[in-house]
């Protein structure tokens, strides 16, 4: 019996009525699922995400909203055996769902825990010190990011269901921006399923995420200069979608991930015998046989120094023999079938044009090839392919269509400035793969395909045991590319939530920036004529009061005793005409780190109080000697507050500067201190 997949829509599941896709089992053939999106109010939907999701999801801070995703994770996480079952339909082996289902929960927890470190607990993202911008220091600029008020439209590829739509929804969820979702219709009923699981748990705010299962009917029409079309999947829909009225002409914000030829180059040094060259096999064979090839980030081009390639052709066609195909759900299948028929005769097409320029040294790839093993007929199988390519210069298939299955092909290069060239002509890719244990070779390689990809991985004996492998993209690092990868586009850790997010600057008085950015900024006014901020607890702390304390001389017996005490005996502190020759220094000076005590015992109020800890400075900078004779004094201002993970705590930024006695500046920080919140203000 199949599916019939509905749609979730304005928080509610809608079931067409009409227009059907029949979704047939990767497996057998056999129908497991119908979709179609007939009837659905697609405009209706982005009114709804934007009235009701945005809201609600902007009224949370980002530590707030990294909690409901840790939760969702967690969530997920208890119930998804079932969903392992169901993706047996779509091809994936156990070990594809590795990828897909703990990979997708992988990526929720990654956001989840770097939303809580990497963003504040607040709305908007104020990023880096404000800039003066005039003479007097009262006119003053900073940028700051607020999230999109629209929606995002997230366009999905057949081949991972469920983190293909995870790794998109974690960053626009962390970011404040309702999400509706299009998973690929091929494989749309285990995103179905995942979407059914986050709204039964609740967890997620009303219009946070909306699912269309079917076509996209005229959504696009219905978006504006606040929305954001994120998509994967071919170039040429990207390139339909890209040129849509509603997205050129209103500039909407446009994020493609799409074909990419990925390629692998093994170094001259890693010759038989190496770490290096066995890596490099089974690396290849790996990459061609997980999801059956199914994978943005597949290697489809293996470039070798020509007098290794009989040896590489040999070895790589030896481990393919050894790759098991069958059916996903058998123990001991190593490689499923394609997602479905339709993109196993595409793959045959896509050979076939590679093959003009290249022989097959290993597979047999036919129409009827299932007819080997007649108990996979009415699957999507396809046996591996590996093709080589003598002259990859002149060849232009070999290095520009992607065959999305296990295929790949082998190129000889003559030098590394050649395997340079010759992976450029991949247009832009994902990753590329370098292969060697010599530091020079590393160098010219890695220097030499930067400039074409978005991640770049070093294989070597001393990685290779914990190294995650060419194909797996890690939540926080880049996961996008230039050129035909879809545009260089920096995807993966908290620069991915900042795609949903505007950019401003922000330009005024400091007066009006600590207001606005809820960050003191030098200029504003820094009242210290009433209690000890170190007395108050976190509620009752405003920001911008200050502590001015008196001065205190530095002599010499006091730099003497501290490098007696720490055992700094540093010569600019101890040897005078040391120091002197010293281009920094007029003669021997205080060390810094005695300039940073003394300011403690200058500005701490040492009484039990709210100050539970000091746990850290940031921003340290020393910016004149201090000489003895010279007298210190500090002004410590309340800069920042922030809630911490435990209610019972807040975190409290000081702006400190220490000045000497002509009121020059000789050093300034952020302390970082955890101060306590009333009890009431807790429970
Ligand atoms: P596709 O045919 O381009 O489809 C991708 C998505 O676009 C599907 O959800 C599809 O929905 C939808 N779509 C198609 N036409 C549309 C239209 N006119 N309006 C709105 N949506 C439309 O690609 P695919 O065959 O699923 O995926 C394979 C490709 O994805 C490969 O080329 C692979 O390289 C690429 N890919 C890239 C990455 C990456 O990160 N760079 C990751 C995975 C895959 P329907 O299914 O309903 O048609």
């Not at 590795?98 to 504040?120: H, V």
């Not at 493609?256 to 190496?274: F, H, K």
């Amino acid at each position: 019996m199949s599916i019939v997949l509905k749609s979730y829509a304005a928080g509610q599941w809608v079931e067409a009525s009409s227009g059907f896709s029949d979704i047939p089992s990767a497996i057998d053939g056999r129908v497991v699922a119908r979709a179609s999106s007939a009837g659905l109010d697609f405009g209706a939907m982005v009114t709804y995400a934007r009235t009701v999701g945005g809201p609600a999801l902007r009224a949370l801070t980002f530590h707030e909203r990294a909690d409901r995703l840790k939760a969702l994770a967690l969530y997920l996480t208890e119930r998804k055996e079932p969903l392992y079952a169901l993706a047996a339909d779509t091809g994936a082996t156990k070990g594809d769902n590795l990828i897909d289902i703990d990979g997708g929960l992988g990526t929720l927890f990654a956001y989840a825990s770097r939303g809580r470190r990497e963003l504040p607990n607040e709305h908007v993202v104020v990023e880096g010190p404000p800039e003066g911008l005039s003479k007097g220091g009262t006119f003053v600029g900073a940028h700051v990011m607020t999230p999109l008020e629209g929606v995002a439209i997230h366009i999905n590829a057949f081949n991972f269901p469920c983190w293909g739509m995870l790794e998109k929804l974690a960053p626009a969820f962390l970011a404040g921006v309702p999400v509706i979702t299009k998973p690929a219709t091929a494989t749309a009923y285990v995103a179905e399923a995942v979407v059914r699981l986050i709204v039964e748990s609740g967890l997620l705010p009303a219009g946070a995420l909306q699912l269309i299962c079917g076509s996209t009917g005229d959504l696009l029409d219905h978006l504006t200069g606040q929305d954001i079309v994120s998509f994967t999947g071919s170039i040429e829909t990207s390139e339909k979608l890209r040129n849509h009225p509603s997205i050129s002409r209103q500039a909407v914000r446009f994020i493609a991930e799409r074909d990419s030829l990925n390629a692998a180059v093994l170094g001259p040094d890693a010759v038989e015998g190496t770490p290096e060259f066995d890596l490099f096999v089974k690396e290849v064979v790996r990459e061609m046989t997980v999801k059956a090839g199914q994978k943005c980030t597949a290697i489809r081009r293996v470039f070798v120094p020509r007098a290794l390639e009989p040896a590489v052709t040999a070895a790589l066609s030896t481990r393919l023999a050894g790759a098991t195909m069958g059916d996903p759900r058998t123990e001991g299948v190593r490689m499923g079938p394609l997602a479905s028929r339709a993109q196993r005769a595409s793959v045959l097409e896509k050979v076939a044009e590679i093959a003009q320029e290249a022989e097959i040294v290993y597979g047999a790839p036919t129409a009827a090839d299932e007819a080997l093993d007649p108990s996979l007929a009415g699957g999507a199988f396809l046996a591996p392919v590996l093709l080589r390519c003598t002259a990859p210069l002149t060849g232009r298939h070999v290095h520009t269509t992607e065959a999305f299955g296990p295929v790949a092909t082998v190129m000889p290069y003559d030098s590394l400035d050649e395997a340079v060239t010759l992976v450029a002509k991949g247009e832009g890719s994902l990753v590329a793969s370098i292969f060697t244990y010599d530091d020079a070779v590393a160098d010219r390689l890695f220097f030499g395909l930067a400039p074409y990809h978005g991640r770049v991985l070093l294989v070597d004996r001393d990685c290779a045991k914990e190294s995650t492998g060419h194909g797996s993209p890690l939540p926080m690092l880049v996961h996008g590319g230039p050129g035909r990868a879809g545009g260089g586009e920096e995807l993966g850790g908290i620069r991915g939530v900042f795609h949903y997010m505007q950019r401003t600057a922000i330009q005024g008085s400091p007066k009006r920036l600590t207001a606005l950015t809820r960050r003191w900024t030098k200029g504003a006014p820094a009242p210290a004529d009433g209690p000890h901020p170190f007395t108050r607890d976190f509620d009752t702390l405003v920001i911008g009061e200050t502590v001015r304390t008196p001065s205190r001389v530095i002599t010499l017996d006091d730099i003497e005793h501290f490098a007696h005490f720490t055992g700094d005996l540093f010569y600019a502190h101890m040897n005078e005409e040391a120091a002197k020759a010293n281009p920094f220094f007029p003669g021997r000076v205080a060390h810094g780190y005695l300039i940073l005590s003394f300011a403690a015992g200058l500005f701490v109020q040492p009484d039990p109080g709210p100050v539970l800890a000091n746990y850290g400075l940031d921003n340290l900078r020393f910016l004149k000697p201090v000489s003895p004779g010279d007298a210190i004094a500090v002004r410590l201002t309340v800069k920042q507050k922030q809630a911490a993970r435990k209610p019972e705590y807040g975190e409290v930024r000081w702006d400190v500067e220490v000045t000497n006695q002509h009121g020059e500046v000789v050093a300034t920080y952020d302390l970082l201190t955890m101060n306590a919140r009333p009890v009431a203000a807790v429970s």
